[in-house]
């Protein structure tokens, strides 16, 4: 027995032993593609040496003699620390996902393939300005020869992801950068899903509860529009859930509500308590590990700029300079419309046109599918646009038989010159310039907010399409692309775009609110992002006669919920308080302790409080039983809190107070009724997940920033060392937003939020600050992965210094490149 016993014995030591030593050699071989960044290189390409200093927090300042040797260094930096994010976003790009990931993403290949991104990247290269060709060649080079030193130099295959991959890695091309931008585009523009989510609703409800679910701006004139039925005779009425309750994270394509938001707000030196400008930003994106951001300081011959920048595009795209700060949010401009195209009976290679038939453009494209057949697509267009297949956005339910729907987009253009905007805005000096690179902006649509040392703005960039205004649908749902009145008639001059400058207030704001209100066909945009985070904005604006970059600050990081303030009140009137105190342990003694909290509750969406969450579940569970019995499975489409519908209901506003009756029983139900079964659902169901006493629930322990790897986060043990999860604050409809998911068995999930948040103060720009939500590097074994991320939930930022000296302080690395014969 004892020597059974020995034996046993050796055998598990021997097992630690080999499993300690595969833990000692993965890590090392994954280590491997850590950088030194007190590694200097010699680099063809170059013709001066740069210098790269890297502070304490692992931000690059690049310091280099010409504009193209700091764009080469930019892109060699980008490559040593987000390689693998930035071979993910050009594969995405491509429609080229399936070659590594096999038959899971291939729907997402293929629409992007019918999108043709790519294709209409290469063509822009040639139509942009000679210092962004300039620019994008360099950077190219830049990141080809970080490839270069990891192929030649055994450096862990440039990212541990690599090891579970191919490790080829083509080399960089100008395109690549100009197909991300193109990538951004898609994932902030959201208008196709409103378009086919309102004809769909339009089939199920009369007019009027149209207007109630799918409301407009308040203030905004209700267009009267026919039924979609009537419009698209035969389209099949959807009884299927809209959307998806799960969503790939390999996929660009968001849901509705997660296409777009941001905060930016700036006042003029007059409003300023210190007499300088001050801005602060903050864009919304979907949170990933790491984050999209990579802060970055360039010296160009224009002066220093810093800010954050995407791996894999050559420029600040929000930051500062000496002399300029600015900021993005979301437009929301209507730049999408579906058009359907009859195809011709007989001949289905043909659609309907103005004119008669005419063949469609077609393409034979062949997606690479790992461990599958390749699957070769017939891309198709039309004069509106690519024709898109009907398995996606749910087009199969809108679209009649007989018809296919095609897409009239901005972005899809060919002479696409983004890139020039964006490098000629990150030199600009004044307002007055900024605004004007913004001429160049083709799309996405981003409202750009200036500030500069005399003044401030708020400029629309993006091209604006003009529309007859005889239009069908106004837009707002799919229409007969074979009809003149529904097709683009072209753009709008960039003289129309909004812009507000230097107002008698001195403030200027945007939410992703209602920016202008005119009638269609100038009305810029039916769907706005944001009607609550902007009351909150003016009421912060208001209490105070100047600002300073801490009251900019306490904005930007402000928790309070207006929505909260207005429903809860509204919904709850008659139950606050009603009735003798109930037994222990009762469903009825459950909901007068979650009332009592919420009555003494001021909407602030604290992580370390109960009451935010009870008032979210309540809020969903109310909502779900108000919708579900009217529009059946279509409910799973509105997975967050629809505000302004719940407000109509309770306020009966053109009798909305309709949803409140339960089609489907006998009694007639009481909006009151609803309000009290809901609560009580929806506490029946947080006590069965955190137990019953409702002081000790957090909100916080639910709505976690999920800042997950989007692939390796779903890798069962990997998951625990690449996902970052951190406990906030906020909500959908607070400044410091955090957008809940929605769906899944945690729907408070934060999902979407600000990524990247900088306080700007031109009375001492140095004082500026910024962060970001994960770290600088893509590599989980670095201590920069996440290191950023504790300080940007606590509500902490770091310097947005200028001044070489500081930024040398500490710094963990300086870098040298030199060109190859200056190292001899």
Not at 66 to 81: E, W
Request: with cysteine; proline share 7%; aromatic share 8%.
């Amino acid at each position: 027995m004892f020597t059974v016993f020995r034996w046993l014995l050796r055998i598990f030591t021997g097992v630690v032993a080999l499993a300690g030593l595969a833990m000692l050699g993965s890590y090392y071989f994954l280590s491997r593609s850590l950088p030194d960044y007190e590694e200097d290189f010699a680099l063809p390409g170059l013709t001066a040496p740069v210098e790269v200093v890297r502070n304490n927090d692992n931000v690059p300042h690049i310091f280099g003699q010409s504009d193209r040797d700091v764009f080469f260094a930019l892109g060699f930096v980008h490559a040593q620390d987000r390689l693998w994010q930035m071979t993910m976003l050009r594969r995405t790009a491509q429609g080229r996902l399936s070659e590594i990931f096999g038959t899971r993403t291939e729907k997402i290949d293929e629409l992007l393939r019918r999108y043709d991104l790519y294709t209409l990247a290469s063509q822009s290269v040639a139509v942009q300005d000679a210092s962004t060709q300039e620019a994008l060649t360099a950077y190219a080079e830049g990141v080809n020869a970080w490839i270069a030193q990891v192929n030649e130099g055994a450096r862990g295959r440039g990212a541990p992801e690599f090891f579970l991959f191919s490790p080829e890695i083509a080399a960089w091309q100008p395109a690549d950068s100009l197909a991300i931008l193109k990538l951004m585009a898609l994932q902030l523009s959201g208008k196709i899903g409103d378009e086919v989510l309102r004809a769909r609703m339009s089939m199920l409800l009369p007019g009027a509860r149209l207007a109630d679910i799918l409301p407009d701006d308040p203030g905004q004139p209700v267009a009267t529009l026919p039924d979609y039925a009537s419009i698209a005779p035969g389209a099949r009425p959807a009884l299927k859930s809209a959307g998806l309750a799960t969503r790939d994270p390999l996929s660009p394509f968001l849901p509705r509500g997660f296409t777009g938001a941001s905060n930016a707000w700036a006042a003029a030196p007059g409003r300023s308590a210190a007499g300088g400008s001050l801005l602060a930003s903050d864009p919304h994106l979907g949170f990933t590990a790491p984050t999209l951001w990579y802060l970055a300081r360039l010296e160009l011959t224009t002066g220093g700029v810093i800010g954050g920048t995407l791996p894999g595009v050559p420029a600040v795209m929000v930051g500062r300079s000496d002399a300029l700060g600015w900021g993005l949010t979301t437009a929301y401009l209507d730049d999408q419309d579906l058009m359907l195209e009859e195809v011709n009976p007989d001949n289905p290679e043909e659609y309907r046109t103005p004119d008669g038939w005419k063949r469609f453009e077609t393409r034979k494209s062949i997606l690479q599918v790992k461990d599958a057949s390749p699957k070769t697509l017939v891309l198709r267009w039309t004069d509106n646009g690519p024709v898109l297949p009907g398995s996606h956005y749910d087009l199969d339910s809108v679209v009649p038989p007989g018809h296919v729907a095609a897409l009239s987009w901005t972005a899809l253009n060919g002479q696409d010159t983004s890139m020039t905007a964006a490098i000629r805005l990150m030199k600009a000096q004044t307002t007055a310039e900024a605004m004007a690179a913004g001429e160049l902006m083709i799309a996405p649509a981003q409202n750009l907010m200036l500030a500069d040392r005399n003044g401030i703005a708020l400029q629309v960039i993006g091209r604006m399409p003009l529309r007859d205004a005889r239009h069908e649908t106004q837009g707002r749902m799919p229409a007969p692309g074979w009809k003149p009145e529904n097709r683009w008639q072209g753009f709008l001059p960039y003289a129309d775009n909004p812009r507000f400058t230097n107002p008698a207030s001195g403030i200027l704001g945007n939410t992703n609110n209602k920016t202008v209100d005119l009638p269609f066909p100038r009305h810029f945009s039916h769907d706005w992002g944001d009607t609550q985070r902007i009351q909150r904005w003016l009421t912060l604006m208001k209490t105070r006669e100047v600002h300073t970059r801490e009251s900019f600050i306490e904005a930007q990081l402000d928790t309070v919920s207006p929505t909260a303030r207005t429903l809860l009140p509204l919904i709850g009137a008659d139950l606050w308080f009603t009735g003798e105190a109930a037994p222990d342990g009762t469903p009825d003694r459950l909901r007068q302790e979650a009332l009592e909290l919420l009555a003494k509750w001021n909407g602030e969406m604290n992580e370390h409080l109960p009451e935010p969450l009870i008032y979210q579940a309540w809020m969903r569970a109310l909502q779900d039983r108000l919708i579900r019995d009217e529009i059946g499975p279509m409910a799973d489409g509105f997975t967050a809190i629809e505000p302004l519908f719940l407000e109509r209901v309770y306020r009966n506003v053109d009798g909305a107070g309709l949803w409140c009756d339960v089609i489907q029983s006998a009694p007639v139900e009481t909006c009151t009724d609803l309000a009290r079964i809901a609560l009580d659902e929806a506490l029946l169901d947080l006590s069965e997940r955190f137990g019953r006493q409702v002081e000790s629930w957090r909100w916080g322990d639910v709505h976690q920033a999920a800042q997950d790897h989007p692939v390796l986060g779903e890798v069962a043990f990997v998951k625990w060392f690449v996902n970052i999860r951190q406990s906030t604050s906020g909500d959908d409809h607070t400044l410091m937003r955090g957008r809940t998911k929605g769906s899944g068995p945690n729907p408070w999930l934060n999902v979407h939020g600000a990524g990247y948040r900088g306080v700007y103060d031109f009375a001492d720009p140095d004082s500026s600050v910024f962060i970001t939500s994960t770290g600088q590097s893509g590599h989980p074994l670095s201590r920069h992965y996440d290191n950023l991320g504790e300080r940007w939930r606590r509500g902490e930022y770091i310097p947005m210094t200028l001044d070489p000296a500081l930024a040398r302080a500490a710094a963990v690395g300086i870098m040298t490149l030199t060109p190859p014969e200056a190292s001899e």
